[in-house]
């Protein structure tokens, strides 16, 4: 009996050519990121030994989104939502040739990451907003889940990605919040101090999916760059860019601004992910060699 068990696995296995895909582990997988960690980006690399049709990867609880780069290779972009749980993760691929399903698994470990608290005084508004707001509020906020989840199938975006305005970081990626003393979501972007005025520019190509005023983040521009990934620019001054706009790698969208929910002129850039929330700066590290 397990003689035949045997058999009928290994004939499962076998492609009409003849060649074994049960020998060994039928697609390679390999990663690289800047830590693995809540709030990082994972690159993926998944290696077959025959062209295969295409890859679907299963990651930190979600599913990413791969696309090819050679005939035998193929990439995807995992992103480790901030409410990952720190221990063991497994990544998985799987890919189809014709009638044949290959498998390929790779064992990761997430570490466990503390994030700082910041504590801001900003309008009440915008902490309890009035009741007149509540429904402004609740249905921007279905125009950004019906934006999240209507990426293109396409990857939009080439080579690497590139900082959107020259000045340096000053506030941590997932920070706990503390809008005048009352607990908020963690911060889910990043944020450069720079001046009224500092023009914004496209971190990478893609599609201009939203160019208007919102209520928390003023004057807002996101952009979908393909299989999930969207870039979003928050209090902005002014808005240089329409709805359905294609744009290139440092192409101008706005300027600098202190529109919605802030303490003061800065830019807040935030990424997301194949749904999750995702540090910029590991966008920018990760995808700096990126072809």
């Known amino acids: 009996m397990t003689h035949g068990l045997v058999l009928a696995a290994t004939i499962g296995l076998v492609l009409a050519g003849g060649t074994l895909l049960g020998a060994r582990a039928d697609l390679d997988i390999a990663v690289r990121a800047r830590a693995i960690e809540p709030g990082e980006v994972v690159v993926v690399t998944i290696t077959s030994t025959t062209p295969v049709d295409g890859v679907r990867v299963e990651a930190f609880g979600r599913e990413a989104r791969a696309y090819r780069v050679d005939p035998l290779t193929w990439q995807a972009l995992a992103g480790i939502a901030l409410d990952v749980k720190a221990g063991a993760e497994t ?11 290959a498998r390929g698994t790779k064992a990761v470990t997430v570490a466990t990451h503390e994030f700082p608290t910041r504590r801001l005084t900003v309008d009440d508004a915008y902490v309890n907003p009035p009741e007149a707001t509540m429904e402004r509020i609740a249905r921007e ?8 989840a ?8 080439s080579g690497a990605f590139e900082r959107p305005v020259p000045q340096a970081n000053n506030s941590a990626f997932g920070s ?3 809008f005048n003393d009352q607990p908020r979501s963690p911060h889910s972007g990043a944020d450069f101090l720079s001046p009224a005025g500092t023009p914004v520019h496209a971190p990478n190509a893609g599609r201009i999916m939203l160019a208007k005023e919102l209520y928390f983040t003023g004057n807002t521009v996101i952009i979908d760059h393909g299989l999930g990934l969207f870039s979003l620019f928050a209090h902005l001054s002014a808005i240089n860019t329409h709805d359905g706009d294609s744009v290139t790698t440092d ?19 935030a ?3 194949n749904g999750a929330r995702v540090d910029p700066l590991s966008v920018l590290d990760v995808l700096k060699a990126e072809k």
Request: no cysteine; glycine share 10%.
């Open 91 to 101: 990544i998985t691929a799987t890919a189809h040739t014709g009638t044949v399903t």
């Open 176 to 178: 706990r919040s503390v």
């Open 150 to 157: 209507d990426s293109s199938p396409t990857r939009l975006w």
């Open 141 to 148: 906020q279905k125009e950004l889940e019906a934006i999240w």
């Open 251 to 269: 192409q101008l969208l706005g300027a600098v601004g202190a529109t919605g929910r802030v303490t003061g002129p800065h830019l807040h850039w």
């Open 271 to 273: 990424i997301r992910l």
